[in-house]
């Protein structure tokens, strides 16, 4: 079955250092893939998308992220995390030729900033 | 141009009453999607419309859930005869058409509490 996983419930890094945030899928090929975030008692707001071509895309507020084929991932990256980062992040997959327009999330990873 | 607008954004209902919550989409977007989000967990898709049709319900609950998208007005999903365990938050996504690139644009979302 199509899945999507975030290992990592919980992160905490400090403000000014890097981070990178993973998430797997488990497909026969190549998805849509979106990382979301969402602030407490928010929506969720879209950072980045994947459809095809490049497989580096960069989004709003620094962040970017990796597809990587073989290892079925696309992790998010930011070089230098800000206070206003901390939220959760929301991996999510669209499954071409599946239910349209039916995206699957993964679970979440909670981000905290310390100062 | 106003973003995917939910109403209301807090609702209480005792066990046993009727959840009504709506969702106006984008100016422009023709395509509606309801997510639930239980405490500690990712989106779970629920239903997908177009208006005046069931696209995908395959996320709903046999029962006690309905949604709709009139030709006019906003999309409503109703929950009848709630229950503790319908505690939640209710998200709905819109799209200006099914492009088949799943790109949806999320309101602040409906939270129920069921007491």
């Known amino acids: 079955a199509q899945s999507v996983t975030q290992p990592d419930i919980h992160i905490t890094v400090s403000e000014g250092a890097s981070l990178e945030l993973r998430c797997n899928y488990s497909?026969?090929?190549?998805?849509?893939l979106f990382w979301y975030v969402q602030s407490p008692g928010q929506g969720l707001q879209l950072l980045l998308k994947?459809?095809?071509?490049?497989?580096l895309v960069q989004g709003i507020k620094g962040f970017e992220a990796e597809f990587k084929r073989s290892q079925s991932s696309f992790n998010l990256r930011k070089p230098s995390v800000h206070w206003s980062d901390a939220a959760e992040y929301f991996c999510?997959?669209?499954?071409?030729?599946?239910?349209?327009?039916?995206?699957?999330f993964g679970k979440g990873t909670k981000l905290s900033v310390k100062p | 141009n106003a973003g995917v607008m939910q109403n209301p954004r807090h609702l209480v209902r005792r066990r046993g009453q009727e959840a009504r919550l709506r969702c106006s989409p984008m100016?422009?977007?023709?395509?509606v999607y309801w997510y639930r989000q239980l405490p500690e967990e990712g989106l779970k898709f629920m239903v997908y419309?177009?208006?005046?049709?069931?696209?995908?319900e395959s996320g709903m609950p046999k029962e006690r859930f309905s949604a709709e998208f009139p030709k006019e007005g906003p999309s409503i999903l109703r929950i009848q005869q709630v229950v503790r365990g319908d505690s939640a938050a209710y998200f709905c996504?819109?799209?200006?058409?099914?492009?088949?690139?799943?790109?949806?644009?999320f309101g602040p979302g409906t939270r129920l509490t069921v007491t």
């Open positions: 996504a819109s799209s200006p058409s099914f492009q088949g690139d799943y790109e949806q644009y």
């Open positions: 994947y459809f095809s071509g490049d497989t």
């Open positions: 999510a997959v669209g499954f071409p030729g599946g239910s349209q327009g039916n995206l699957i």
């Open positions: 419309l177009q208006k005046e049709n069931i696209i995908d």
């Open positions: 497909y026969g090929a190549t998805p849509y």
């Open positions: 100016k422009g977007h023709s395509h």
